[in-house]
């Protein structure tokens, strides 16, 4: 009965490009919007709601509806805040801004030079609750929250707590996508009162030193998910659950895995404007221009031939550039250029910087966050590094994939999902992988992707990999034919959100809402 009628969905995250973006929750929370509302047709209420807090800088349409509401703060005057929320036609749903610009129009989204603002619970516990107060007061009502993150935890909060017997917001069922689970949100027991809450009030255990807000999110939240089944697999495990494996354990088959989708309109090099070249599955020639026009842009010989190895992420310690800067030495010396685009500043890239100021010949190591040149890194490269300690997805490497730059990732979560490693499956195979987070294992496998995309001339026995005609090389007499159809069928892969992804996501709705009601 469920599946005939039509559902009324609201997205509440902290990120969502192109408007806030810090890592992969940007892309997912924008991308499924749009996938989840044209692969539904009358199945969804339409436009899909996306709330996200009015950070600094994002620029509204000055004739966009905006409203006043006021909600429960415990610092507000009289226990209440005025705050607003303004309605921007986005790209296939209706972005909502929750506006207060104590709280968000502020030089970071999380903290800033000193840290985490020391005031994030409050400042997550308004816009949460601000998103529940606007969905409330409407028609149809809300069928499910699918909340993001540890920054949606105090959602929850509120829908168990004062807006419990609330007639919209108390049926509505939540599903929590969990993309990180490094970061839970922790509040001390002394910044409860944030969030309008104290240990013992019936929410809180009255024993808790704390409240971590990610868990919070998954005891509460009727179903929970991450974003490969790989990673959903690894979370129930010490090594991987951060902490929270025993809740993940706890919910039994209401927690599993979705693997993410691309936005593969968004990326695509056959109608990508920035890149230098155009170019497909069909013509792969303007990949050579896009190869060119990347080492000119970072400082390297245009007509270098070498093998350029690349890696784009955030300077996370999650994303392994320390095994990158361990292992760069060595990959120098074999005659590999790298080329580095790290954003944000928490993780340590020391001894890159030094080997970028002494072979910027081979190095290029670039400590910013830029999206054009993001687009020309994985065209232009002819090898894509994703080495991280975790994944629950990545993003990389499919846009790589697309891209025809075939990965060399670190086998765990969403990488071992999508990257299948041409050493093993010689037939089938789209990139690279190893296991043992260690500059080693990197370098093993960095030393199997230049055995397929520069086997020593003349070879094609063992050094090329021991596989029939593996060295030959095609008529243009630079790649093998192994080497074309293995970044051929990276190319070929379908990761478009509408096929799997959206479809599997509706399904949850739909168990969500069962299980809500249920109870
Ligand atoms: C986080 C994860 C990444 C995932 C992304 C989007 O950034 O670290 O693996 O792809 O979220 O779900």
Request: proline content about 7%; aromatic content about 8%.
């Amino acid at each position: 009965m469920l599946g005939s009628v039509t559902l009324r969905i609201a997205f509440i995250a902290a990120e969502c490009e192109p408007w806030a973006k810090t890592g992969g929750l940007a892309d997912v929370v924008d991308a499924l919007a749009r996938a989840v509302g044209e692969v539904a047709g009358g199945a969804v209420h339409r436009p899909i709601d996306v709330f996200l807090p009015r950070y600094r800088g994002i620029e509204v349409p000055a004739d966009a509806p905006r409203r006043r509401l006021g909600v429960p703060d415990p610092f507000g005057s009289n226990g209440w805040t005025s705050l607003a929320v303004v309605d921007v036609p986005g790209n296939g749903y209706r972005l909502r801004l929750i506006d207060h610009p104590p709280a968000f129009d502020r030089d970071g989204y999380y903290g800033d030079a000193n840290g985490d603002y020391p005031d994030n619970a409050w400042r997550f516990g308004l816009f949460g609750r601000a998103a529940l107060e606007v969905l409330r007061g409407e028609d149809p009502p809300v069928d499910v929250l699918h909340v993001h993150d540890w920054h949606t935890g105090p959602v929850l909060l509120a829908r168990d707590g004062d807006l419990r017997d609330d007639p919209v917001i108390g049926r509505a069922a939540a599903l929590l996508t969990v993309h990180n689970l490094a970061y839970h949100g922790w509040t001390p027991a002394d910044r409860l009162g944030q969030l309008g809450r104290s240990p013992g009030d019936g929410l809180i255990p009255s024993d808790a030193d704390g409240l971590d807000l990610l868990r919070t999110g998954i005891e509460r939240s009727e179903l929970v998910n991450t974003v490969s089944p790989g990673f959903a697999a690894e979370a129930l495990t010490p090594a991987y659950g951060m902490g929270l494996d025993s809740a993940l354990l706890a919910k039994g088959d209401q927690f599993f895995g979705i693997l993410n989708g691309l936005d593969t309109d968004l990326w695509d090099p056959a109608t990508d404007r920035v890149i230098a070249a155009r170019y497909d599955r069909g013509d792969r020639s303007g990949k050579a221009l896009a190869r060119r026009d990347l080492l000119r842009r970072v400082g390297f010989d245009p007509a270098d031939g070498s093998p350029v190895l690349a890696m784009i992420g955030r300077l996370d310690p999650q994303k392994g550039f320390d095994l990158l800067a361990d292992a760069a030495p060595t990959l120098l010396d074999r005659d590999v250029r790298l080329v580095v685009l790290g954003s944000g500043t928490s993780a340590d890239v020391g001894s890159l910087r030094a080997l970028g100021v002494a072979r910027p010949d081979r190095l290029a190591l670039l400590e910013r966050f830029d999206r054009d040149l993001a687009r020309r890194v994985y065209a232009g490269a002819d090898g894509f590094l994703m080495p991280s300690r975790f994944e629950p997805c990545g993003t990389g490497q499919m846009i790589a994939l697309r891209y025809g730059t075939p990965p060399i990732v670190r086998a765990t979560g969403g990488l071992r999902d999508t990257v299948i490693d041409a050493s093993v499956s010689p037939e089938t195979g789209t990139g690279f992988t190893f296991d043992d987070a260690s500059p080693e294992a990197l370098l093993e496998a960095c030393r199997r992707f230049l055995d397929w995309f520069s086997p020593e001339p003349g070879a094609d026995g063992p050094a090329a990999g021991g596989r029939r005609a593996g060295g030959r090389r095609t008529a243009d007499g630079r790649r093998t034919a192994r080497w074309e159809a293995l970044v051929d069928r990276g190319m070929a892969v379908d990761f478009d959100w509408r096929t799997h992804s959206a479809p599997a996501y509706l399904a949850a709705y739909r168990r969500a809402i069962a299980i809500r009601r249920a109870t």
